[in-house]
């Protein structure tokens, strides 16, 4: 839902100016290290779902924005090859705002970040919710687990899902 980067000697740093690589790889690893860990493409790890109720793929594309909110894109490719997807941008203050796309289970999301690895994601249709979906990236920036409450379920059972970075 859940990267160290070793940064140049400052002995090296003063010895010589950069040169134009050097400066292209002391800004790439800058952007890098500024890049929130939700940030990114991540990839469903579908292997412990039913067979039958597999998707193709599904990725989830977390980017946050210049004026501190979150575009969020989804794109599901079902067992038949049919595809979906949802896109929205949102801040963090838990206000709903309108989803775009042919999810027509959902219409609007919600977002919390109550720590920079992990986010609260409210789903509604029609004023109602859905399902509230906290990510959290691991450590190593690499995975990604989503647990899911569903409104209606009334067990309130949990479900865990597995996500890999794809970039």
């Known amino acids: ?3 160290a980067i070793s940064m140049a000697a400052v002995g090296l740093m003063v010895a010589a100016p950069p ?5 292209g ?8 290290a500024s890049q929130p860990p939700l940030a990114g493409s991540w990839s469903l790890d579908a292997s412990q779902m ?3 109720e597999r ?6 594309t ?3 924005t210049h004026d501190g909110k979150w575009t969020t894109r989804v794109e599901i490719i079902a067992p038949d090859g049919s595809a979906r997807y949802a896109e929205s941008t949102a801040a963090l203050d838990g206000v709903a705002v309108p989803i775009t796309g042919n999810m027509d289970f959902i219409d609007s999301v919600a977002l919390r970040q109550p720590a920079p690895d992990t986010l609260v994601m409210t789903l509604g249709k029609a004023g109602a919710r859905v399902s509230t979906r906290i990510y959290t990236v ?14 209606s379920d009334k067990l309130q059972r949990l479900e865990t899902t597995h996500f ?4």
């Open 1 to 3: 839902m859940f990267i």
């Open 19 to 23: 040169s134009s690589d050097q400066m």
């Open 25 to 32: 790889i002391s800004n790439a690893v800058r952007s890098a």
């Open 50 to 52: 039913p067979e039958q």
């Open 55 to 60: 998707p193709q793929r599904v990725t989830m």
């Open 62 to 64: 977390f980017r946050p």
């Open 138 to 151: 691991a450590k190593d920036q690499k995975s990604m687990t989503e647990t899911t409450v569903w409104s």
């Open 164 to 167: 890999n970075r794809v970039s």
